[in-house]
């Protein structure tokens, strides 16, 4: 089993940065694929980036590419989310997901572990 927290989320207004983060336990962290997904109210979750086990390989949906930006620590565990430039339609709960692979999936049923999801809100 794999648990995953996420942290960081909260309010920021359109044009301002924040990092989420996702601590991992339960397993070798380095064993793992991760991603973020986001779901907006009323809305199916989308993918919104991945990272390989090695953090060698990135992938983004085109709404977040050049402004959001995904990493890992395997030291510590931790994924991470900077995310730049925010835009109000980027106003989700933001989930972190991973999958025992070396298989950087991009879509959620591919992920077998999810975090609680942390809420991003971006103001006008």
């Known amino acids: 089993q794999v648990q995953l927290v996420e942290s960081g989320g909260g309010l920021v207004q359109a044009g301002g940065s924040l990092r989420l983060s996702c601590a991992a336990s339960?397993?070798?962290?380095?064993?793992?694929?991760m991603g973020w997904f986001r779901q907006a109210a009323g809305k199916e979750r989308e993918f919104v980036a991945a990272?390989?086990?090695?953090?060698?390989?990135?992938y983004y949906a085109d709404s977040v590419k050049g402004r959001f930006t995904i990493s890992r620590d395997n030291a510590k565990n931790t994924v991470y989310l900077q995310m730049n430039s925010l835009k109000p339609e980027d106003t989700a709960v933001y989930y972190c997901?991973?999958?025992?692979?070396?298989?950087?999936?991009?879509?959620?049923?591919?992920?077998?572990?999810w975090g609680q999801g942390t809420q991003v809100t971006v103001s006008s």
């Open positions: 997901a991973a999958r025992t692979s070396a298989v950087v999936p991009m879509t959620r049923r591919a992920y077998d572990y």
């Open positions: 990272i390989s086990r090695s953090g060698g390989s990135t």
């Open positions: 339960g397993r070798t962290f380095s064993s793992l694929a």
